[in-house]
């Protein structure tokens, strides 16, 4: 590589492509492009990312994680999929033709808060993927909107799609002994009072609007489907814990 290919590639960044007003949900600029640099922060301090890896984004949105990602993945690349097709086709016309080694499916997948039209059910899911094809899956604000099976189910298919040495990054919201107290005190940013399948949600009507999970439910789900966990899990600071890692919590496991 000569000097000068070299400098542009110190110097030169991507332009970040920019989400409009209506895909934001409710959440400005500022706070959407905060929150995937903290998670691009995270991936690669706690969980290694590195340039040239292969990444599945399983849950993309409108490429809140994806974007800031042109920045760290200068030699790898990134798929990722959703089920909201408005936010896919977003990035797909506005991430993917200038960025190919990022690339966005939908999946039209059953969701009754997020996809009250899909056609299949999240325990029939197979990823679009080959076996062992990625180095690093994550999902962010996937597990808190999904129901035991569908996420045994999801655990699996990571599992399958990670290569050997492989990791996944996950959030979730853990019920442990400091959660339920702040929960029970109104101490926390979301209540989770209704009791559910391994855990409780915190509105009856909609249950999917936010799933919390005990934290032995989600220990023998992780090493149910082959991935083995790291220690600690980092907390988060929704239920006001005085230190933490990001919002909401966060798991790490690896692909033996």
Request: aromatic share 12%.
């Amino acid at each position: 590589m000569g000097f000068q290919s070299w400098l542009r590639g110190v110097f030169h960044q991507p332009p970040r492509p920019v989400p409009p007003p209506e895909l934001l949900a409710g959440i400005g600029l500022g706070e959407f492009a905060a929150i995937g640099d903290e998670f691009c922060g995270i991936f690669r301090d706690r969980a290694g990312l590195g340039p040239r890896e292969r990444v599945l984004d399983a849950g993309c949105g409108i490429g809140r994680m994806a974007i800031p990602l042109l920045r760290v993945l200068r030699r790898g690349s990134y798929e990722g999929f959703d089920i909201v097709r408005s936010s896919v086709e977003w990035c797909q016309q506005s991430i993917q033709p200038l960025h190919p080694r990022f690339r966005f499916q939908h999946v039209d997948v059953y969701n009754r808060f997020y996809n009250p039209a899909g056609t299949i059910a999240p325990t029939e899911l197979r990823f679009p993927f080959e076996d062992r094809e990625f180095d690093f899956v994550f999902l962010t604000s996937v597990f808190t909107h999904m129901f035991a099976p569908e996420v045994r189910h999801y655990l699996g298919e990571i599992a399958r799609v990670l290569r050997p040495g492989g990791r996944v990054l996950a959030t979730f919201f853990i019920l442990d002994r400091l959660a339920l107290d702040a929960v029970d005190r109104g101490k926390s940013s979301i209540g989770f009072h209704q009791a559910w399948e391994h855990g409780r949600i915190a509105d009856p009507e909609n249950p999917e609007m936010a799933v919390g999970y005990n934290p032995e439910w989600v220990t023998a789900s992780i090493a149910a489907s082959g991935l083995v966990l790291r220690d600690p899990i980092l907390y988060g600071n929704w239920c006001e814990r005085g230190e933490h890692v990001s919002y909401q919590d966060i798991v790490i496991a690896d692909r033996r």
